[in-house]
């Protein structure tokens, strides 16, 4: 009994002193220091949980990301809310401001013009998943504009391109531009190899050498159905896709499991078909130029006199 006296008492002196002039400012310091410190402890529990579902379910990130961003806005609303509300300056003041109709109209006006149409852009994107957390996609008619999403805030949305670099996108932008998403479905991509050969060249040989170039790429997915491979159509579909000045235009459809293979598909089979068509014979036109200088000209002049 004792004991508990001596710990009541002195938890009665603690809280009067925090309410004088001087103790104000430490218990909002201590309450500050709370709100950060729970904080990090759900965005950690939070993080356990996720680890630990993921390895039982596919768990999606984006939402986890969102939810994680969220979590903590509203520690640190409380936390700054209950601060303001132990000074009694700042409490007169935010309730006089939040009294007035029209100046919270005022404020939720800009809210919804910046902070929060961001906001509400990244709660539906976490709900209709145009895209999430490590997709590849490109937005905007921009195509240096593609990379992998790494992460989705509240306010915006960290795009992680092939360089390592990193755009950082207001939710409400991104919303509104057009996404080719390369993860969306089905991670199966096909890749056009084009190539334009002269009008001389035998169209057959070239297209049998692209086949078969294609054909030996280990990245090459072969994606036909039974019915297709009944029919005989082969795996590598190669056609006439039209004529300019000076080229006959040649396509390959091949087949790869995701983007980064068909990228490096794409270069390696450039490379390779290049090569037999300079073997082989195969002529990749090039425009020709014949360049007369002006003291030639002037040459020419006087030999004709």
């Given at each position: 009994?004792?004991?508990?006296?001596?710990?009541?008492?002195?938890?009665?002196?603690?809280?009067?002193?925090?309410?004088?002039?001087?103790g104000?400012?430490?218990?909002?310091?201590?309450?500050?220091?709370?709100?950060?410190?729970?904080?990090?402890?759900?965005?950690?529990?939070?993080?356990?949980?996720?680890?630990?579902?993921?390895?039982?379910i596919?768990?999606?990130?984006?939402?986890?990301?969102?939810?994680?961003?969220?979590?903590?806005?509203?520690?640190?609303?409380?936390?700054?809310?209950?601060?303001?509300?132990?000074?009694?300056a700042?409490?007169?003041?935010?309730?006089?401001?939040?009294?007035?109709?029209?100046?919270?109209?005022?404020?939720?006006?800009?809210?919804?013009?910046?902070?929060?149409?961001?906001?509400?852009?990244?709660?539906?994107?976490?709900?209709?998943?145009?895209?999430?957390?490590?997709?590849t996609?490109?937005?905007?008619?921009?195509?240096?504009?593609?990379?992998?999403?790494?992460?989705?805030t509240?306010?915006?949305?960290?795009?992680?391109?092939?360089?390592?670099?990193?755009?950082?996108?207001?939710?409400?932008?991104?919303?509104?531009?057009?996404?080719?998403?390369?993860?969306?479905?089905?991670?199966?991509?096909?890749?056009f190899?084009?190539?334009?050969?002269?009008?001389d060249?035998?169209?057959?040989?070239?297209?049998?050498?692209?086949?078969?170039?294609?054909m030996?790429?280990?990245?090459?997915?072969?994606?036909?159905?039974?019915?297709?491979?009944?029919?005989?159509?082969?795996?590598?579909?190669?056609?006439?896709?039209?004529?300019?000045?000076?080229?006959?235009?040649?396509?390959?459809?091949?087949?790869?499991?995701?983007?980064?293979?068909?990228?490096?598909?794409?270069?390696?089979?450039?490379?390779?078909?290049?090569?037999?068509?300079?073997?082989?014979g195969?002529?990749?036109?090039?425009?020709?130029?014949?360049?007369?200088?002006?003291?030639?000209?002037?040459?020419g002049k006087?030999?004709?006199?």
């Amino acid at each position: 009994m004792a004991f508990l006296e001596i710990i009541t008492g002195f938890a009665t002196q603690v809280s009067g002193f925090l309410q004088t002039g001087l103790g104000k400012p430490i218990l909002i310091i201590i309450i500050l220091i709370s709100a950060l410190i729970i904080e990090r402890i759900v965005r950690k529990l939070l993080h356990k949980s996720f680890e630990k579902s993921s390895k039982f379910i596919k768990v999606d990130h984006t939402q986890y990301a969102v939810l994680k961003h969220i979590t903590s806005a509203v520690i640190y609303m409380v936390g700054i809310g209950v601060a303001i509300f132990m000074i009694p300056a700042l409490k007169t003041l935010s309730i006089s401001l939040f009294a007035g109709a029209g100046v919270l109209a005022i404020v939720i006006g800009f809210a919804s013009q910046t902070a929060f149409s961001n906001i509400v852009s990244g709660i539906f994107i976490a709900i209709f998943k145009p895209f999430r957390v490590g997709d590849t996609i490109q937005f905007g008619s921009n195509s240096d504009k593609r990379g992998t999403i790494e992460d989705i805030t509240l306010r915006h949305t960290v795009i992680r391109n092939f360089e390592n670099k990193r755009f950082v996108v207001p939710n409400s932008i991104i919303s509104n531009e057009i996404i080719e998403n390369y993860n969306l479905g089905d991670d199966k991509i096909c890749r056009f190899v084009e190539f334009g050969i002269s009008y001389d060249s035998d169209i057959d040989k070239a297209m049998k050498i692209m086949r078969s170039e294609a054909m030996k790429h280990p990245h090459l997915l072969d994606n036909r159905k039974k019915e297709e491979k009944d029919k005989g159509i082969p795996a590598v579909v190669i056609r006439v896709i039209g004529f300019s000045d000076s080229s006959v235009n040649l396509r390959a459809w091949v087949w790869t499991k995701d983007p980064p293979s068909a990228y490096e598909l794409g270069c390696d089979l450039n490379k390779s078909i290049k090569e037999r068509f300079d073997k082989e014979g195969i002529e990749i036109p090039f425009p020709y130029r014949t360049i007369v200088y002006k003291d030639q000209i002037n040459r020419g002049k006087r030999f004709r006199k």
